[in-house]
């Protein structure tokens, strides 16, 4: 497969140098028109970028990878990871065009995977968290698709022309210098390679290459309960969270999240109800006292969260008029409004920052509360702020949501060190999972396959991932619920919005079941799942005594070398494992209901067939 790169330097002047020629795995130096590039032969390569003088700084570099087109079965773009699941065939990605911006924090990285369904090829750039831009360049859509020059190439362009590259980078260095490290990998690098396991490697680079650590916590990793789904939010008062905390305390739920709405109308209503989101006082028709609140959720066991979007500020909201000099304002000169109604304080605004940051440490010192769930970031259109009121003292707005980040977690770990933060994978992706706990695919109730692909994705850099908050109905037969909740172990911890007064009591006992298992091996789920095929059906999760299995959708066969535990998240019985050599072992199988259902020794010489309830589990004792 013939492979090249060209690298595109272009400078704040706008003039563009452009090196070509630059093949995968080979050292590379030149120097045009005073433009300096040279680049590694490691991957990921170091590339290096020196303007002929600093005082015409690099404003962008364009990456372009130009290949042999061929068949692949599936593409993974550039993603948070909550939307990449709508573009995954390659007929849609011709049209591939798309920016990382402080709406939604994109990983810049391409992966294809093979007919096998496996990793077929892999193109990223590793760098700081900045503006970047992706697009298709071939094959052409014109009037028709145009293939016929049988090439694929593509571009991840850092720095836009919104939002060149910052000036902490490309003035950091005396001469001006930018590196950055280009990732490319084929399934000749890494055969029978999941997907899933080369966005991890690419994360791994980018953590390793600046020292970003995962932070969680045990607490943070407990199952979750939120009111969100099952809600009207205008109906969710305090003896509803009370009433649900003391119900799902007894299914093994620990957390839980006072969702949108607390303070007065939630983003559910409709468009012609005024907003007060931003004074963050509590509606006392709703809930009469936060403080007996927070204390009556631990009396039963449970850990109380607060919503909270810092940034956002309604136009009627009381603190409007103090607020205002923070907002964003476009090039019209009229205050950002978001399509849900509110405006944004400025992330590129110290102040701004600050009072971001003094509100979610206000839930601390003035209700005590444990945790927080921050939102909505991702609503803030990629646009820069053009306001005379207060001043920037970041040149990208990315970059101010970092800082943003960093500096609510500051204030609130200095309070609280376990202090339980969720983010969302908008601007949850490596750079800025180190400011929350965990990391939460996007909205996908009723939807579980949604929920799982999205989570899937954080799971490739976080093991902390956490599900969108998933309802159950009494239509979902206990089996199905069983799926449901093996599913969301698989990839993430299992969260839920449920009205309990609702739901049958099969159901609530399967999932007050394997919470309960869950909860046993909550240790072993600070660790990554590993897929074991590129379809992500199985995976493996290790702990000290045992391997754990998920199968999942389609579900597959078992590679033991130890003990183990299956749980079968799929509808079909029959279970192959593979062991090498002959062994003797014990096998224990349960259904969905914990009603056991065989127990026997058997001979395990290679191939065993065993046989699993669906949405049940079996332990294998070697």
Sequence with gaps: MAVSFEINVILRSGKQVLFDGIAPGAPYAREKEGVKLAVGADCPAPVTATPAAPADPIASIEYNLYTDIRNYHKVIIPESGRWYINMTQMVSFWRFQKDSAINDVKVPLYIFTGQDLNTAMAFGVIGRNYETAFKTLEPKVNRALIVYMRRLSMQIKRGTDLYPIPDSIAKAAPDGAVTEHLYFRTDRDAPNRPWLLTLRE????????????????????????????????????????????????????????IDDGWFGPGLDNDFDVTLNIGDWRPD?????????????????????????????????????AARRPYLIVGEDGERLMTPNKFHSLCFMCPEAREIMADICASFIEEWDFDGAKYDLFNCVPNMRCCSTDHSHDVSSMMEGLELTLKRMAEKCRALKPDYIIELKQNYGTPFLAQYGSMTRAGDTPYNTEGNFLRTVYVQGYSPYSINDYQTVTNEDSPEATACVVIKMMAAGIPTYSIDFDRLCPENKAVIGRYNAWYNENLRAFMHYRVPLDGENNVWKLESEQADFFFLVNDGGHIPLARSAVVLNGTFKRDLFVQVDGRRKGTVIAWDCRGTETARRETDFDGWTHLDVPPGGMVRIEL
């Design 202 to 257: 690419f994360a791994e680079h980018q953590k390793r290459l600046y020292a970003l650590p995962d932070v969680s916590s045990e607490a943070a990793m407990a199952p979750l309960w939120c009111s969100w789904t099952d809600w009207f939010s205008d109906d969710v008062t305090d003896a509803v969270i009370v009433r649900s905390v003391r119900e799902g305390v007894k299914l093994g739920i620990r957390n839980y999240i």
């Design 284 to 320: 006392p028709a709703k809930i009469k006292d936060m403080n007996q609140l927070v204390r009556d959720v631990r009396a039963a066991g449970g850990v109380p969260i607060i919503w909270c979007a810092p940034h956002a500020v309604a136009p009627g909201a009381g603190c409007f």
